[in-house]
Structures are given as structure tokens and as C-alpha cells.
């Protein structure tokens, strides 16, 4: 193939990443330089497959970049297609343009942002997942790759899961130029060890010089071939190619040239048509698969019978499964502990097994919720931390995902620290926009996933191991953003604030209490996040203070969220919290131990007296 408009495509690209870079005084041009004629071959040569005007229409081929940093090529291919006009790459990087330092759902051609390396591949499989297991879509997913971030872990996870479900609607392009940001690579223009690393995973692969438009078009071809298994193209490039003086050179990582630098560049490359433009092949008209809505069953649980909250999560999601036919659901190798693997065998094309690469899990994830899924992630409270770099990122794809951690708190018991979830409710509380829900019953917890399911962005539940007494009828309502006031009189001395297990710790000592004539009021914060305010301020004026209670890190959880609620009043909160090193042993030895049962809100409610 020798087309000569991907070559004058490739010139206009690289003039406007050095001149919008050079405008902007920062960015990646040598970065972005190196892959101009593997993105200018995919986009122009006739192989992706997109309608422009319409940049979520449903069988688009989809394009994550997931070196990010990439962003000046990124959007001048959209310029080069028509999807944005040329004038606007000056606003690079400045406040207000939609064209972001690293890549973000303003500009509306960015399928999830990127920029946190290594994790483009994972949202990849996300993508593909929904075309090939969800709705039968003919679209693929590229994921343009740098040589970098290979030796992200997340990136290995992603690799072998694509293969374990045979992704063949799945290509990567790795741009292999050597150099990343402070000198070489772990591997540098080892070509065949790539080849190797990769093709051992079960991807079908491909080496070439990734400058030869002739040979990329070939092996863009042969990428699409059917198979049952995802391809790689492996492409050797040149950092800052086309640029002499910083072709191949060290130390031009996220630096730009100076103008006169930049005049200097443009010279080399000779002369450019600005007015060349390419277009896009349209994609394939399909219809999608679409499941219809059934009536959501009604909630039956025996109230002498104590259930399990992460039971309650997998009974939820079966029941809800026929009636939101937007859900998924991903578990990490955990579902016999979390319960989803309800869903697995009641609906198992709903479900997705991850296995034991947390990481892969979010960021597939966020590729099923871009693509219109309603992704439910479970694994032990713990584990989500191994992600957190995920999951910070979710929230800036605007997607709508549940995570659900069981196994939380102390009271797991003897399995030890390691995999007590104590931190959680902090890593979630701080994400911008989140919903954080702690349920206490099975009807709390089935309620709270059917709130979840309908709140955007996104929405952590924290579910506990040990069987917990029904408290709820069929009839109560959790809203978002409530609370349940499960004791009370005129007469309350002290508010005591619980959720889940501690939660049952206040009701017993609530009891103990009134039978010493101490009234208390007891509160079922089940939403953490966004907090009842309204409730917390009318108990702050009508008790003499709050004991906060709960079977979590002091520092970010239940007993915060209820001093800042607070703070303007100027209450006074006693926090009760694990604030020792935890150890194995029974739930009942590790709650006291911590002092976090009911006889220690007892004394904390007589400090007030």
C-alpha cells in the first residue's frame, strides 16, 4: 500500500502536535510523534470504522489511548477527521479548552480517560466484552499501547484476560520507541522478547516497523482477520520521529520545543497540505441485542432468621437481573464469599469471573459501563485497595459502577489483618461524587442495591461476613442520603451513631442502658455518604453529644463523616473505632478487643452524664 494521503495525513499530524505543543509550552510531542503513522494508517487507511457525528453511537469501533500522555496526536486525528476544527488545538492545555493535558470526557471523542499508565487495556476488555458477550456487536476495540507502561502489572492481567475469553475483537498497537521518561526502557527495541511475552499469553502477533505505512496497512488487515483470540501489533518506532535533532534522543520526554525550535522542526518536514483531511469508513449497521424488563419480585425473608448482608448482595442481584437488563456483574475469584456466584448460576451470561487481578476487574469495568452496562464488582473490601488507582480513575469517566466489598471490619475473625477491609469506607468516601452505603440486614442491603442500581457515578456497598438478625420489614425505604432512627425518645441523654455490625453492638446497649433509666438514641447511618445531615443535626441539639461507633479505621470512616456533619454545631463526638493492630481470633474477641462493643459505648455514653 502506498497512499499518499496517509502520508501528507502523517506531515499535517506531526506540524500540529509540535505547533500546539509549542503554543501550549508543555505536553508530549516526542511522545506523540512516535505513533503518527500507526494512528494515521488505523484511522485513514480504511480499517476504523466510526460515524463522526454521532460519537456514541453504539457500533463504533472504539480507540483508548492508553498512553494518555499522547494527547496532541490524539486530537489532531480527530481534527484530520473532521470531528473538531483545527483552530481549536491552539486551546491545548488551556484553562477551559476540551482539549486536556491527558485525555478527558470533555472532548467527546475520549472513550475513558487516560494518563495513569497501564490501564487503557484493561477498559479495552471491558469494550470488547460487551460487544462479543453482551450484545453481539461487530465493533472493535484498539488500544494504542506504550512500551512503558508494559511493565505495569495491570497491563499483564488485562493481556491474560482477553486471552482467557478469547477477545478477538480486541487489537492492541504497541508503540515500541524505546525511551520513556528518564531514559530507556526495561526492554528498550527488544522486539522479540515483546513478541514472545505476549504471544505466550495466547495473543496472536505481529512485528513491524511501525514508520511503514505499506506494512502497517498489511498488518492492520491481517489483525482483523477472523480468529478466536486477540491480535497485537508489535510496531518498532522512533521517539520524536521526524524531528532530527530529537529523533531518538533522551531528555525531550514532556518537554516541547521553543519556537524557534519548533519553525526549525516544521522546515524538516517539508511541505504540508493543510487543507488534507481524511474520512472515517462508516461501521457496520447492526441491531443490538435488547432483553426485556421483567416486574422485580418482592423481597421474603424470615425475621427469625439472621442472614449474612453479603448473602443478602447476591440475592439482591439475582433478583434484580431480569428487570435491569443493563446489569453485569464481575467478581475477583471471590463469589462463593461475596455471593455473586448466585448470579452465575442463575443468569451466566451476566456474569463475568475475573479472577484474582482486581485491577483488571475495575478498569474492565469501566469499559462495560462506557459502553451502557451496569457493572456490580465484588471482592473482598480488602482487595479494593490493590485497584484503588482504578477506581480514583473511574471517577473520571463518569460512569455508573457498584463495588461491593464483603468481609469487612474486624469482624471477619480469624482469617486474620491481611483480610480485614478497614480502610474502605475512607477510599471511597473520598472520591468525588460517590455514594458510600453500609447495611446492616438483608432488607437494608437488598433496598441499598436497588438504590445503587439507579445512582449515577459511583456507589460503594460494604457488606459483612457474619449472620446479622433482620431489623427491617419488606415495606421500610432506604433512600440515598438517609438514615433510620431505630430508638428514641423526648428524653434521649446521648445519640449513639452505628452501622452494619457495630450497628447491633448500640441497639444491646441501648437495652443495658435503659434498664439503668439512661435513655439513647440509636441511628442506623446505612448512607455514609451522602449523610443525613437533617437527623444528625436534630439528635447534635436534642442529646448532650454522639457516641460513633463503627468496625472500621478511625482516620476517614462512620465516626468522621458524623464530626464534620456536626462540626458546625459544635458538638462534641466520641469515636469509637479499631485503633489497634488487629489480630485473628473470634468476631466477638477482635469487636472487644477493639472496643467496639457494646460495653464500651456504654462507658463512652456515661462520659456524657
Known amino acids: 500500500m502506498n497512499n499518499p494521503d496517509i502520508h501528507n495525513l502523517s506531515k499535517l499530524l506531526r506540524q500540529w502536535i509540535l505547533t500546539m505543543s509549542t503554543e501550549a509550552g508543555s505536553g508530549h510531542p516526542s511522545s506523540s510523534l512516535s505513533a503518527v503513522e500507526l494512528c494515521a494508517t488505523l484511522f485513514f487507511g480504511g480499517f476504523f470504522r466510526f460515524r463522526v457525528s454521532e460519537p456514541e453511537y453504539y457500533n463504533n469501533d472504539r480507540l483508548i489511548f492508553s498512553k494518555g500522555h499522547a494527547s496532541p496526536l490524539f486530537y489532531s486525528l480527530w481534527a484530520a477527521a473532521g470531528g473538531i476544527e483545527a483552530s481549536e488545538l491552539l486551546t491545548f492545555r488551556k484553562f477551559g479548552s476540551r482539549l486536556e493535558g491527558h485525555p478527558t470526557r470533555a472532548f467527546p471523542f475520549t472513550e475513558a480517560p487516560t494518563g495513569s499508565l497501564g490501564q487503557g487495556l484493561s477498559i479495552g476488555v471491558g469494550m470488547a466484552l460487551h460487544a462479543e458477550r453482551s450484545e453481539n456487536l ?23 484476560c482477553a486471552a482467557h475469553y478469547q477477545l478477538s475483537s480486541l487489537i492492541g498497537v504497541l508503540d515500541v520507541n524505546r525511551l520513556g521518561q528518564r531514559g530507556p526502557t526495561m526492554l528498550e527495541h527488544d522486539m522479540a ?126 433478583r434484580l437481573v431480569p428487570s435491569v437488563p443493563s446489569l453485569v456483574v464481575l467478581d475477583a475469584e471471590v463469589s462463593n464469599s461475596t455471593y455473586a456466584e448466585l448470579v452465575k448460576k442463575s443468569t451466566p451470561e451476566r456474569f463475568f469471573e475475573m479472577f484474582v487481578a482486581e485491577q483488571n476487574m475495575v478498569g474492565a469495568a469501566v469499559g462495560l459501563a462506557r459502553r451502557g452496562r451496569k457493572p456490580c464488582v465484588s471482592t473482598f473490601a480488602a482487595f479494593f485497595s490493590r485497584a484503588y488507582d482504578q477506581i480514583r480513575m473511574s471517577q473520571y469517566s463518569a460512569v455508573d459502577i457498584l463495588f461491593c466489598g464483603s468481609h469487612a471490619g474486624v469482624s471477619i475473625g480469624e482469617d486474620g489483618a491481611s483480610q480485614m477491609g478497614l480502610e474502605d469506607l475512607a477510599l471511597f468516601r473520598v472520591l468525588l461524587g460517590s455514594t458510600v452505603l453500609y447495611p446492616s440486614d438483608a432488607i437494608s442491603t437488598e433496598r441499598l442495591v436497588e438504590a445503587a442500581l439507579k445512582t449515577r457515578g459511583i456507589t460503594y456497598l460494604r457488606t ?3 449472620e446479622t438478625p433482620i431489623l427491617y420489614s419488606a415495606a421500610d425505604e432506604f433512600p440515598i442520603g438517609g438514615s433510620k432512627v431505630l430508638r428514641s425518645s423526648d428524653s434521649d441523654a446521648v445519640t449513639i451513631v452505628a452501622a452494619g455490625i457495630t450497628l447491633f453492638e448500640a441497639l444491646h446497649a441501648h437495652d443495658l442502658l435503659k434498664e439503668e433509666g439512661i435513655l439513647t438514641r440509636v441511628i442506623d447511618l446505612y448512607s455514609v455518604k451522602p449523610i443525613d445531615h437533617q437527623a444528625l443535626e436534630r439528635a447534635a441539639r436534642e442529646t448532650r453529644g454522639i457516641v460513633s461507633v463503627e468496625d472500621h479505621f478511625a482516620d476517614g470512616g462512620l465516626g468522621e463523616a458524623v464530626c464534620t456533619a456536626v462540626a458546625p454545631l459544635g458538638t462534641r463526638v466520641t469515636q469509637l473505632a479499631v485503633r489497634k493492630m488487629p489480630r485473628s481470633g473470634t468476631p466477638d474477641q477482635l469487636l472487644d478487643y477493639e472496643e467496639i462493643t457494646a460495653a464500651s459505648i456504654i462507658t463512652a455514653v456515661k462520659t456524657y452524664l
Request: glycine letters at 8%.
Open 138 to 160: 461487530s465493533y472493535r476495540t484498539y488500544v494504542l499501547l506504550g512500551d512503558s507502561e508494559m511493565a505495569e502489572g495491570s497491563v499483564w492481567e488485562a493481556i491474560a
Open 193 to 318: 522478547t515483546y513478541e514472545a511475552r505476549i504471544k505466550s499469553f495466547g495473543w496472536a502477533t505481529r512485528v513491524i516497523d511501525g514508520h511503514d505505512i505499506e506494512a502497517l496497512a498489511d498488518a492492520y488487515t491481517w489483525a482483523n482477520e477472523p480468529r478466536e483470540q486477540p491480535a497485537m501489533i508489535i510496531a518498532k518506532t522512533l521517539k520524536g520521529k521526524g524531528v532530527s535533532f530529537i529523533e531518538d534522543k533522551d531528555g525531550w520526554h514532556g518537554k516541547t520545543l521553543s519556537k524557534e525550535e519548533c519553525a526549525r522542526a516544521i522546515t524538516e518536514l517539508g511541505e504540508v497540505d493543510l487543507s488534507v483531511r481524511g474520512t472515517l469508513a462508516a461501521p457496520e449497521i447492526v441491531t443490538p441485542l435488547t432483553a426485556a424488563e421483567s416486574p422485580i419480585p418482592d423481597l421474603v425473608y424470615d425475621p427469625a432468621k439472621p442472614v449474612a448482608t453479603r448473602r443478602a448482595y447476591g440475592n439482591a442481584l439475582v
Open 464 to 466: 459483612t461476613r457474619k
